[in-house]
């Protein structure tokens, strides 16, 4: 049965994964390391300004996409019962992504940069990026068209949203006019332009740190637990529901802007509303594990997925706050964006993909995981530094707005803006530490991959020897 | 919906990927495509005006260093925010931005109103060597800058890309261009860049804005100025 399945892009984007993902890991803490450090910015190739673009990106693009990737390469076809639609083009597209993804991280580099968040690459980037996708599109579409099953399960409906979803988003919020190969201006101007960046901006939160992770784990957490789903019934409404919300919230991220009031109002009523998607999908999680929790302790894949479902949980619950005008106005632009931030990134985006390897690998390479015990080493490594890492940054960005709103009896400001820089070197040291600390995880999680791989394929040498 | 209807998009795949689309589309178009037809979302500001040649070079350097990384060009109606860095934004002031360099996070201070804050030769000292004016700043030197000769021979097809998008520039100004940015370095043009933020507004323009409250969509000037009122 499992040879229908074309294995070569689930192992080939493992690699990818696995390299850009600690690429990008390297890249946080050395911005990390150079707002604490400032002359750790040597030379305007590696500065700050233009090495942040390289995490953000890599992160989401190079070690998430990856992932999502590799993992819809396995879960699609043996969902749809159906072998992959075109796996000649597969392979194409491996190439032509990473290509890309090297690209984006060269030109970056040098500073060829549109600015806006999560769309940084200049358009002829952009176009290869659409090219990627449209033929990742073909071939999973493609697979679910000739589907031999009659129903789809959930994953394959995350899975669809998120190619509309990106496709929509990229092409609409990159749309420029290009001066020169790698210069172009928005075609948008202003408020406009600001409120398309974060119609984009927060849909990528939904259709790349979510709707695909959602996907990942319907599929995966049965499987690792070998428990039924408590109700598909659920996941489907809370589907709808979330993909109808998320478009409605981009201003959330632009509240006391000159964007009009009523887009924010808007925007913070259907950041509350999507509580209520969100949490269904939570707590169809919880509700699986039924009367089975002993496996928090005896499983130690069940550990990974509901301690990701729980910081996604947690991550719902602060986004909608962040979202609300009060609260907006102490914590926007400071520190505790970013511990939002890495809460969802690095607790529920990468712990999810992560754990999805730690079962798919061994299946196709038809062996055991080498060390349960590094996986577990794994876990409490990215657990502490991502923990260390938010609650840094929630007290920073608390301080911070705290001190920046501070006025004296007589009305006047009572700090500089300098006193709140010196008064976060002690926070952002702090979050190094978790992100070194979190770097290393992810290294123990490479290493345990990478000697799992080779067991499976020294086991299968021996074995194709054996039958000559 | 109906147990039947679940089974159908549950079927037919050709049937879910149409519905999903439409779903994603409504809130698209409602909050990120109608609002360009709405005349609320830019007030225009007579003396807002295009940026020169080098304020353009200047704009382009800051893009490519992502000094929108650390830095927010737009100043909220709140009271301390109005104390620290000055007029609160206004949607017009953004009419030639593109793209908008808002930015999102404030590792350093807000730029919107940092134009004639300083002068020239503050900043040259500043992006040279930040630690000799600000011994505790982590922001990044940019010595280069004074050294590196801007290059002009795209300033013509970058001002006929931004004219392609709105910007009224006149065949004359872009005629000229090159011309403005003989001899001068990366540095001059960052220079003129930030010291034109935020200046194009006067007080004057100031007050039509907030007078003009029907298409005004800024929030009530009572906000900045009563000191109770910080947050509603
Ligand atoms: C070793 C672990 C990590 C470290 C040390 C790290 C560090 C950082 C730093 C220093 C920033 C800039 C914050 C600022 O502007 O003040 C940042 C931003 C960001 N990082 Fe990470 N990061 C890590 C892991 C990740 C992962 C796994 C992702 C997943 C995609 C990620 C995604 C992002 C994003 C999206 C932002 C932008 C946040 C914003 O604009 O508010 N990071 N990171
Ligand atoms: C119900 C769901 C969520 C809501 C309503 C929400 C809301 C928000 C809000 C209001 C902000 C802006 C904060 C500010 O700048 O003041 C924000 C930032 C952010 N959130 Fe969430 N959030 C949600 C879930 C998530 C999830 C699951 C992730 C996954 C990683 C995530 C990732 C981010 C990122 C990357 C940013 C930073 C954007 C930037 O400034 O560059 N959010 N969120």
């Known amino acids: 049965m499992e040879e229908r399945y074309d294995s070569w892009p689930v192992k080939a984007y493992t690699y990818s994964m696995i390299i850009w993902g600690l690429a990008s890991l390297l890249y946080g803490v050395v911005i990390s390391l150079q707002l604490v450090y400032p002359g750790l910015n040597f030379g305007e190739w590696f500065s700050y300004g233009r090495l942040r673009p390289i995490h953000t990106n890599g992160g989401a693009f190079g070690f998430g996409l990856s992932g999502i990737f590799a993992l819809s390469y396995y879960m699609v076809p043996r969902l749809a019962k159906a072998p992959l639609f075109l796996p000649k083009l597969a392979k194409f597209n491996f190439w032509l992504y990473n290509l890309t993804i090297a690209a984006a991280v060269i030109t970056l580099h040098l500073g060829f940069s549109t600015t806006k968040e999560y769309a940084e690459l200049e358009w002829p980037i952009d176009i290869l990026v659409v090219l990627f996708w449209v033929f990742f599109a073909v071939n999973m579409l493609g697979t679910i068209l000739t589907k031999t099953v009659s129903k789809m399960y959930v994953s394959l409906w995350y899975v669809i949203a998120t190619i509309l979803g990106v496709a929509v988003l990229y092409i609409f919020n990159n749309l420029a006019v290009p001066a020169s190969l790698f210069k172009s201006y928005s075609l948008y101007a202003g408020v406009n332009d600001a409120n398309v960046q974060w119609w984009y901006g927060h849909n990528a939160v939904a259709f790349v740190f979510t709707t695909p992770i959602l996907a990942i784990f319907f599929y995966f957490f049965p499987k690792v637990t070998n428990l039924p789903l408590f109700s598909h019934r659920l996941s489907i409404v809370a589907f709808w529901s979330l993909v109808f919300m998320y478009l409605w919230t981009g201003a959330h991220h632009l509240i006391w802007t000159p964007v009009p009031d009523w887009?924010?109002?808007?925007?913070?009523?259907?950041?509350?509303?999507?509580?209520?998607?969100?949490?269904?999908?939570?707590?169809n999680g919880y509700l699986t594990m039924g009367n089975n929790w002993e496996q928090m302790k005896t499983n130690y894949l069940a550990k990974f997925f509901i301690l990701g479902i729980t910081f996604y949980g947690l991550q719902t619950l602060q986004g909608p706050s962040q979202a609300i005008r009060s609260i907006s106005s102490l914590i926007h632009y400071t520190d505790w964006v970013p511990g939002h931030v890495h809460m969802g990134t690095m607790g529920w985006f990468a712990m999810t993909i992560m754990a999805s390897f730690y079962y798919v690998i061994p299946k196709i390479y038809k062996t055991d995981l080498y060390s349960v015990k590094l996986a577990n080493t794994h876990f409490w490594l990215v657990f502490t530094g991502q923990i260390i890492y938010s609650i840094s940054m929630w007290i920073a960005g608390i301080m911070q707005g705290a001190m920046w709103k501070a006025t004296n009896a007589d009305g006047s400001l009572k700090y500089t803006f300098q006193d709140s820089i010196t008064a976060s070197y002690i926070y952002w040291d702090i979050r190094s530490i978790g992100g070194i600390i979190f770097l290393a995880g992810a290294i123990v999680f490479a290493y345990n991959i990478f000697k799992t791989i080779q067991q499976g394929s020294q086991a299968s040498k021996v074995k194709t020897e054996g039958a000559v | 919906m109906s147990e039947n209807q679940v089974n159908v998009l549950e079927r037919k795949p050709v049937i879910l990927i149409i519905v999903t689309l439409l779903v994603i589309l409504i809130g698209s178009v409602v909050t990120a495509l109608l609002p360009f037809f709405m005349e609320g979302m830019e007030v225009k500001i007579s003396t807002v005006r295009p940026y020169t040649a080098l304020e353009l070079e200047g704009r382009d350097i800051y893009m490519r260093e992502g000094c929108n990384n650390c830095h927010t060009q737009t100043v909220r109606p709140l009271r301390d925010e109005v104390l620290r860095y000055g007029e609160f934004s206004k949607s017009g002031e953004f009419a030639y931005d593109h793209p908008f360099l808002w930015g999102s996070k404030r590792t350093g201070p807000d730029l919107a109103r940092i134009g004639g804050k300083y002068p020239d030769s503050w900043h040259v000292q500043h992006m040279t060597d930040p630690r000799s004016l600000v011994k505790e700043s982590n922001m990044p030197a940019y010595a280069f800058m004074a050294t590196t000769p801007l290059d002009p021979s795209n300033i013509k097809s970058k001002m006929g890309a931004l004219r392609t998008v709105g910007v009224p520039y006149t065949d004359e100004e872009i005629a000229a261009a090159p011309e403005l940015l003989a001899g001068k370095t990366e540095m001059d043009a960052m220079v003129a860049y930030l010291q034109v933020l935020g200046t194009m507004i006067n007080k004057a323009a100031v007050e039509t804005v907030v007078d003009s409250a029907t298409v005004s969509p800024v929030v009530p000037d009572s906000l900045v100025t009563t000191p109770e009122t910080e947050v509603k």
């Not at chain 1, 887009?263 to 707590?283: D, E, K, R």
């Open chain 1, 263 to 283: 887009l924010q109002t808007v925007a913070i009523a259907f950041s509350l509303m999507l509580i209520a998607p969100s949490w269904g999908s939570v707590i």
